[in-house]
Nanobody
């Protein structure tokens, strides 16, 4: 069974940076597209960034130019580098693995203070 464990969330000031990590286990990581989503309480979960098994990445318009998704197949890990953070980036960030099925991590909280 695929398991995803996110880390790297925390409190940061506006304009600061954080890097989130998601460690994948229980499957063949290189086959999966990996994505980061975020969700605030009461809101729907929205896609932040996705990287395919081939390494092609796409981003939500709201984070283009500020966030970078990357993957390390040797470490079974996907990263989200977040720069120039804004208070509106405050959310719980979730990692998702997509192949035949999909799997979610439990999330990590990012709080950006103004």
């Amino acid at each position: 069974q695929v398991q995803l464990v996110e880390s790297g969330g925390g409190l940061v000031q506006s304009g600061g940076s954080l890097t989130l990590s998601c460690v994948f286990s229980g499957g063949r990581f290189s086959l999966y597209s990996m994505a980061w989503y975020r969700q605030a309480a009461g809101n729907r979960r929205e896609l932040v960034a996705r990287i395919t098994s081939r390494g092609n990445a796409d981003y939500a318009d709201s984070v283009k130019g500020r966030f970078t998704i990357s993957r390390d197949n040797a470490q079974n890990t996907v990263y989200l580098q977040m720069n120039s953070l804004k208070p509106e980036d405050t959310d719980v960030y979730y990692c998702k693995a997509e192949f035949v099925n999909f799997y979610w991590g439990k999330g990590t909280l990012v709080t950006v203070s103004s």
